[in-house]
């Protein structure tokens, strides 16, 4: 199709079609389609309005609702993405600061902070939008919430127990009783 003949398909649609830009694209594409695959010796008008009859306005619905689709396996993908790389960094930090700690160096306890940090502040919320976002039985993914809150607890009190700080043991027995 020539470039006239789309921008005389656009203005066509968007009397019709929402102001969603990708929407609105996918429509464009999709009538695109149903008029090359119409009769080549019929004029462009032709061709346009036989392709418009045969749209049906369902089709709009399954074209939004394929774009949300994507959109939400696109937004699961960064999140599984963030919460691997993320999880990565703090047994990185983790394991560099327990190494540090038992050569007696200095500055393991920075290690291990900014571990607790980006496990606290990062992995478990990424966890639990994860955990939220499965399909699934409602018990299950408190089971799975509680189990990530129990391994949060007993993790932190670990560090706590290296790090020499109070409340360790609390930590840790509050872990296991979860």
Not at 36 to 47: G, K, M, Q, V
Not at 154 to 177: D, E, N
Request: hydrophobic share 50%; charged share 15%.
């Amino acid at each position: 199709m020539s470039p006239e003949e789309i921008n005389a398909l656009k203005r066509k649609i968007s009397e019709h079609c929402p102001e969603d830009h990708v929407l609105f694209d996918s429509v464009v594409d999709h009538i695109a389609c149903l008029i090359e695959n119409e009769d080549a010796n019929l004029s462009f008008d032709e061709r346009m309005q036989n392709a418009w009859q045969s749209f049906d306005a369902s089709e709009i619905i399954t074209i939004r609702n394929q774009i949300n689709t994507y959109n939400q396996m696109k937004t699961q993908k960064i999140i599984h993405q963030g919460l691997m790389y993320s999880m990565v960094f703090s047994i990185a930090m983790l394991f560099t600061g327990m190494a540090i700690k038992i050569a007696h160096g200095p500055g393991a306890l920075a290690f291990i902070l900014l571990s607790l940090i980006t496990a606290t502040v990062v992995v478990f919320p990424l966890t639990l939008i994860k955990i939220y976002q499965q399909e699934g039985v409602r018990l299950v993914k408190w089971k799975n919430v509680t189990l990530v809150v129990s391994i949060l607890l007993f993790c932190t009190g670990v560090l706590f127990k290296i790090a020499h700080w109070p409340t360790a043991t609390f930590l840790m027995m509050s872990g296991i009783a979860i």
